[in-house]
Nanobody, 125 residues
Framework: QVQLVESGGGSLQSGGSLGLSCAASGYTLSRYCVAWFRQAPGKERERVARIGSEDTRYYSDSVKGRFTISRDNAQNTIQLQMNSLKPEDTAMYFC???????????????????WGQGTQVTVSS
């Protein structure tokens, strides 16, 4: 049984930094495309960043240059380092795992089979 558990969310002021982590069990993160999505109240789920088995990384335009996705193969975790946070980054952040090796064109939430419960990030101005 695959389980994804996010951690690291919190509340902070605009301009600050926060790191999220996603731990997997029953699934080897290094073998597949994994991603971070987020969803703000009243809005659709939005892709944030994804990393493929070949380490190619993709970012949404809204976070490019501020967020970094990475993977710790020894710990079987993925991280999302978020810098220069803005109020519009406020959302529930979800870790998602697919059954694809490459993240190329894997932009839809339906491309990801496994999801964590989410961790809340709140950025105040």
């Amino acid at each position: 049984q695959v389980q994804l558990v996010e951690s690291g969310g919190g509340s902070l002021q605009s301009g600050g930094s926060l790191g999220l982590s996603c731990a997997a069990s029953g699934y080897t993160l290094s073998r597949y495309c994994v991603a971070w999505f987020r969803q703000a109240p009243g809005k659709e789920r939005e892709r944030v960043a994804r990393i493929g088995s070949e380490d190619t990384r993709y970012y949404s335009d809204s976070v490019k240059g501020r967020f970094t996705i990475s993977r710790d193969n020894a710990q079987n975790t993925i991280q999302l380092q978020m810098n220069s946070l803005k109020p519009e980054d406020t959302a529930m952040y979800f870790c998602a795992a697919s059954e694809y090796y490459s993240c190329n064109s894997k932009t839809r939430s339906t491309d990801y089979k496994y999801w964590g419960q989410g961790t809340q990030v709140t950025v105040s101005s």
